[in-house]
């Protein structure tokens, strides 16, 4: 059971827009950052956001992130079949003094 | 450019010690700037992270684990190393080391990750 919560699975088509979100709580998310993470199948996770929103060099601005209150959503647009990957979001839990990930989310562009 | 690679032994028997090592290329671990962590993700599941460290050998680790966990650096080698003890098959998992930025808790880039099974 991961500390932050992802849907398990979200899908769209290609060219369309998709939201990836991510709920924790104000030990988590709320007050510290929250960042983003690509993992294609059988590879590394790859950041894609830090500190909510910011995208390291490299990354398309295709892809945006976002936080509000105890919540916070990665946006993809422009989708892309190279898109299909588990995303995960992550933040530091003040109350366990630990960095948390969520479980995970599957994208799927049919 | 930066690089990460991760080695040590694929199987491990109950109750015994996983020992893993990060190398370092493209970057000098003694850099001041960053934290150098681990970070683990059993098959088919989510990401746990297991710790971070500084180049002078301070490290915090996730309270779950701290008890079984101890992390090391070699500034000679560039590398730094994991240690878990009193392993069991919930530790079967794909174990990744990464860079931190220092003040931060977002993890770039990562090693390809190694499997480690535990497994008599």
């Known amino acids: 059971q991961s500390v932050l919560t992802q849907p398990p699975s979200v899908s769209a088509a290609p060219g369309q827009k998709v939201t990836i979100s991510c709920s924790g709580s104000?030990?988590?998310?709320?007050?510290?950052?929250v960042s983003w993470y690509q993992q294609l199948p059988g590879t590394a996770p790859k950041l894609l956001i830090y500190?909510?929103?910011k995208r390291p060099s490299g990354i398309p601005d295709r892809f945006s992130g976002s936080k509000s209150g105890t919540s916070a959503s990665l946006g993809i647009t422009g989708l892309q079949s190279g898109d299909e990957a588990n995303y995960f979001c992550?933040?530091?839990?003040?109350?366990?003094?630990?960095?948390?990930f969520g479980g995970g989310t599957n994208l799927s562009v049919l | 450019q930066l690089q990460l690679q991760e080695s040590g032994p694929g199987l491990v028997k109950p109750s015994e010690t996983l020992s893993l090592t990060c190398t370092v290329s493209?970057?000098?671990?003694?850099?001041?700037?960053?934290?150098w962590g681990w970070i683990r993700q059993p098959p088919g599941k989510g990401l746990e992270w297991i710790g971070s460290m500084y180049y002078s050998g301070s490290a915090y680790y996730n309270p779950s684990l701290k008890s079984r966990v101890t992390m090391s650096v070699d500034t000679s080698k560039n590398h730094f190393s994991l240690k878990l003890t009193s392993v069991t098959a919930a530790d079967t998992a794909v174990y990744f080391c990464?860079?931190?930025?220092?003040?931060?808790?977002?993890?770039?880039?990562w090693g390809q990750g190694t499997l480690v099974t535990v497994s008599s």
């Open positions: 104000s030990y988590n998310i709320e007050k510290e950052f």
């Open positions: 500190d909510n929103y």
């Open positions: 990464a860079r931190v930025l220092i003040g931060s808790d977002w993890f770039d880039p």
């Open positions: 992550g933040a530091w839990d003040s109350s366990l003094s630990a960095v948390v």
């Open positions: 493209g970057d000098s671990i003694n850099s001041t700037s960053y934290y």
